[in-house]
């Protein structure tokens, strides 16, 4: 006699076949709708556990959304595997389904799992922010969202693009926004004759009236080339990675304001 059985005061003999095994049924389902309300309240706790601690560990926001959302699911397959076992469904074939179900989607979904892969690895380690100006082959602008499949960027003149994870993880990228500090580099041509010491001192002169220009490294001008009557000077200067745009293009527009020089041309260098 099962305790069940002792608590319903039935005794065996008194029951037929067909309602024991109704009874038993009964029983079994009652168990598995207990481990499934149970499991899942569980899985969220865990769940929310996990997302707290990342959080404290300052983990990337995205990253923990995406980790506490699979640590929800593998917990929820666990307590329906679970529910299962407890209505007596052989668990081992239940996990063989879904380890062919799981391989399945896996092949046709590879270059997605590439993509994942790869923004998990771009938002763990940090290889740029948002915000953050990066160039990849011919794509190049200022990081708008970094996803878990691909990251979108702005480009100069407002044009969205979106690249996905695996080719920024698989080939060369400049992040413009890394490091604090950026060297301008401009190109002066102009006419042998009026390339002089004073010239070139004046070249520092202008550069250096923009306080946002730093002292150290120290501004500096050389020659470049001389070729067919003509030099070319290269200007170099350092500013703050923020300021960078915007003092190039100050720089340009007073060093041609201010130097009266004829046939002279000015250029970012390439």
């Not at 929820?76 to 879904?98: D, E, F, K």
Request: aromatic fraction near 4%.
């Amino acid at each position: 006699m099962t305790d069940w059985d002792a608590l319903l005061g039935i005794r065996p003999e008194d029951m037929s076949p067909a309602r024991r095994m109704a009874l038993a049924l009964l029983v079994n389902v009652a168990g598995a709708l207990v481990i499934l309300v149970v499991g899942w309240l569980l899985a969220r706790l865990l769940t929310r556990l996990v997302q707290s601690m990342m959080r404290r560990g300052r983990v990337d926001a995205t990253l923990v959304s995406f980790l506490g959302n699979l640590a929800n699911t593998i917990l929820l397959v666990a307590v329906v595997v679970a529910a299962l076992a407890r209505l007596g469904v052989p668990t081992s074939s239940a996990l063989a389904v879904l380890g062919a179900a799981g391989l399945a989607v896996a092949l046709a979904l590879q270059s997605s799992l590439s993509n994942l892969a790869a923004g998990v690895m771009i938002i763990a380690f940090r290889l740029f922010r948002v915000g953050d100006q990066i160039e990849l082959g011919a794509a190049k602008g200022r990081v708008l969202v970094i996803d878990i499949f691909h990251t979108r960027l702005a480009t100069p003149d407002n044009v969205e693009i979106v690249l996905p994870n695996n080719t920024i993880t698989t080939g060369m990228m400049k992040n413009y926004s890394a490091l604090p500090d950026r060297r301008i580099d401009l190109t002066i041509t102009l006419p042998s004759q009026s390339d002089s010491p004073e010239l070139r001192k004046k070249l520092i002169e202008i550069v250096t009236q923009d306080p946002r220009v730093l002292s150290e490294p120290s501004p500096s001008v050389g020659v470049s080339q001389v070729t067919d009557g003509k030099t070319v000077l290269s200007v170099r200067c350092w500013a703050p990675t923020a300021s960078f745009a915007d003092l190039q293009a100050s720089a340009m527009t007073e060093l041609r304001a201010q130097l009266d020089v004829p046939n002279l041309s000015i250029a970012v260098a390439s």
